[in-house]
């Protein structure tokens, strides 16, 4: 993918991540749920909208607080989505193919992890 065409899908990302939708208005977000947010916009945002229905390249993670949650068997929401991003080839929604990045478990410490949970927690 060429440079003007990356700058243009990061923005169009950027856009739609802050467009309302689903997603929470910052003066409501705990500074844990902020610093999830901006994680979430540096390493997510590109590929996963927060309005429903929004596709990039992976699923819209509008809802995801609640559609986690007995998304597989056994599993409560916290489970599933620290396991879809840490081994993403485990979960692949149906349409998607597994394009997620492999390294979310090596680059991203614990707190961080937890930060990003704790923002998609607030996208309900």
Known sequence: MGRPILATVLLLSL?????????????????????????????????HATIPETIIVGPSLAGIAVS???KVPGQDARSYMES????????????????MPKTFGKTL????????????????
Do not use: V
Request: proline share 3%.
């Open 15 to 47: 856009s739609l991540t802050s467009c309302g939708g689903n997603a929470p208005k910052a003066e409501r977000l705990t500074e844990q749920e902020r610093a999830g947010e901006r994680l979430f916009i540096q390493n997510c945002a590109a590929c």
């Open 109 to 124: 410490t614990g707190e961080e992890l937890d930060s990003l949970l704790a923002y998609l927690f607030t996208l309900k």
């Open 84 to 99: 879809s991003i840490l081994e993403p080839s485990e979960y692949i929604n149906d349409g998607f193919n597994d394009l």
């Open 68 to 70: 986690a949650e007995g």
